[in-house]
T-cell receptor
Framework: AQSVAQPEDQVNVAEGNPLTVKCTYS??????LFWYVQYPNRGLQFLLKYITGDNLVKGSYGFEAEFNKSQTSFHLKKPSALVSDSALYFC????????????FGSGTRLSIRP | DGGITQSPKYLFRKEGQNVTLSCEQN?????MYWYRQDPGQGLRLIYY???????QKGDIAEGYSVSREKKESFPLTVTSAQKNPTAFYLC???????????FGPGTRLTVL
């Protein structure tokens, strides 16, 4: 069975510092991994995805994520946080099969203080 | 929010009433999805459809119904059988299978 875990409910970072939002997953076979961001009272916005290839994936708004197969992780990172990055972040995973459904993590609230 | 629209943005319902939430997409996507989001929680799948005139129950389908008569449209009806319908409802679409899902802006439903 597929599963995804975001171990931190909230992450607090000072503006200008690097940030990391953690995600671990479990899936049969090769995973497809996604990160989404949600601002208050809005839908989810797609940030980036990993399917295959380079383990470091670059996405929107300066975010990137590193796929680590041995640790079954897909952590979201940004070198220098902005106050406007404050939002709710979701990790998601699915398998390669066309019958697989996407499973979303419980979300991590990122708070960037000025 | 891409090419997916949801209406209305806010919806109020009296107990015992059925209400229908609209979802339309112009992305030519085959697959469409409905999720429910409760405060401080992740997304739970209600129903999904991978092709016109076909749909499957998700993890929390009880008290909900859907139809998929057109590729562009996937309306969700919240029936009176849904005991706790107050939530934020999100519609999404994708090319299918494991492809990226794109989300609409959401509908916030409140039961009075």
């Amino acid at each position: 069975a597929q599963s995804v875990a975001q171990p931190e409910d909230q992450v607090n970072v000072a503006e200008g510092n690097p940030l990391t939002v953690k995600c671990t997953y479990s899936v049969s076979g090769n995973p497809y991994l996604f990160w989404y961001v949600q601002y208050p009272n809005r839908g989810l916005q797609f940030l980036l995805k990993y399917i295959t290839g380079d383990n470091l994936v670059k996405g929107s708004y300066g975010f990137e994520a590193e796929f680590n197969k041995s640790q079954t992780s897909f952590h979201l990172k940004k070198p220098s946080a902005l106050v406007s990055d404050s939002a709710l972040y979701f990790c998601a995973v699915t398998g390669w099969s066309s019958a697989s459904k996407i499973i979303f993590g419980s979300g991590t609230r990122l708070s960037i203080r000025p | 929010d891409g090419g997916i629209t949801q209406s209305p943005k806010y919806l109020f319902r009296k107990e015992g009433q059925n209400v229908t939430l609209s979802c339309e997409q112009n992305l030519n996507h085959d697959a469409m999805y409905w999720y429910r989001q409760d405060p401080g929680q992740g997304l739970r799948l209600i129903y999904y459809s991978q092709i016109v005139n076909d749909f499957q129950k998700g993890d929390i389908a009880e008290g909900y119904s859907v139809s998929r008569e057109k590729k562009e449209s996937f309306p969700l009806t919240v029936t009176s059988a849904q005991k706790n319908p107050t939530a934020f409802y999100l519609c999404a679409s994708s090319s299918g299978g494991s492809d990226t899902q794109y989300f609409g802006p959401g509908t916030r439903l409140t039961v009075l």
